[in-house]
């Protein structure tokens, strides 16, 4: 289950007063918002999956070309 933050004045982990500015700058991907503390993803224990989204964002920028390979035993002979 996935906690909102209600508050979005003060930090999702330590409940300190985050300025206005610092919560644009300090959201995370998670959709909550930290102190300068704790803004890393690390230091908060973030549940959005960076790996989910690093692969299909790899994905995304090299397309597969075609699906045989090059090379041996890609051609057909001539008879």
Do not use: W, Y
Not at 7 to 35: A, D, I, M, W, Y
Not at 52 to 71: A, M, Q
């Amino acid at each position: 289950t996935k906690r909102t933050q209600a508050n979005k004045g003060r930090c999702f982990k330590c409940r300190s007063r985050v300025p206005l500015v610092k919560q644009t700058t300090n959201k995370c991907r998670c959709e909550h918002v930290f102190c300068d503390t704790h803004r890393f993803p690390d230091q908060h224990n973030c549940e959005f999956d960076f790996m989910t989204r690093d692969r299909k964002d790899l994905e995304k920028r090299n397309p597969k070309i075609n699906d045989h390979p090059k090379g041996g035993r890609s051609f057909t002979r001539i008879d």
